[in-house]
């Protein structure tokens, strides 16, 4: 069975400083990860996603991910945070096989970014 | 980008009656849908997950004379909350994905927030 996993329930980072959300996976075959974000009240939107190729993944709003594949992990960057960029963050694993080409959901993780 | 729509994004009603929530890909075709539950603070729930023109597919743990879902075309899925509870009061994501390819992601309606009094 895939799992996802968030270690972080809440992050705090000061606005201008570079952030970090953390994430790795477990998968049986090869993972297709991505990131999401949820603001109060809403669904999710598409941050990004690694499917193959680049370790260094862009996406949305200037967030970007690194795909490690020795230490499982996906975790979500940005050099320099916003107070907008507040939002709970969730991370997702894919995998063809042994996880019926399903989402899989962290527990999330929310960011707090403060002036 | 992709949009979901998902109507209506709040209702509140009394026990015993049924409540159905829309969900549809605007500028899409969504051969899968899925369907999510979320508590508050915590993780979405996949519910079940349905194809364009079959039966939709249940999580374990999951009623489906509870949660009827039809996915009748390939751009509109319904969930009907039968004989809803207060237990059930949650908040209800769709989500649609064209194709199965790994490189199709899941696109996302903006939520039901259901309560049930």
């Known amino acids: 069975a895939q799992s996802v996993a968030q270690p972080e329930d809440q992050v705090n980072v000061a606005e201008g400083n570079p952030l970090t959300v953390k994430c790795t996976y477990s998968v049986s075959g090869n993972p297709y990860l991505f990131w999401y974000v949820q603001y109060p009240n809403r669904g999710l939107q598409f941050l990004l996603k690694y499917i193959t190729g680049d370790n260094l993944v862009k996406g949305s709003y200037g967030f970007e991910a690194e795909f490690n594949k020795s230490q499982t992990s996906f975790h979500l960057k940005k050099p320099s945070a916003l107070v907008s960029d507040s939002a709970l963050y969730f991370c997702a694993v894919r995998a063809l096989t042994g996880g019926g080409n399903k989402l899989t959901f962290g527990t999330g993780t929310q960011l707090k970014v403060e002036l | ?117």
């Open chain 2, 1 to 117: 980008g992709a949009v979901v729509s998902q109507h209506p994004s709040w209702v509140i009603c009394k026990s015993g009656t049924s409540v159905k929530i829309e969900c549809r890909s605007l500028d899409f075709q969504a051969t899968t849908m899925f369907w999510y539950r979320q508590f508050p603070k915590q993780s979405l729930m996949l519910m079940a997950t349905s194809n364009e023109g079959s039966k939709a597919t249940y999580e374990q743990g999951v009623e489906k004379d509870k949660f009827l879902i039809n996915h009748a075309s390939l751009t509109l899925s319904t969930l009907t909350v039968t004989s809803a509870h207060p237990e059930d009061s949650s908040f209800y994501i769709c989500s649609a994905r064209s194709g199965t390819g790994v490189n199709q992601p899941q696109h996302f309606g903006d939520g039901t927030r259901l309560s049930i009094l």
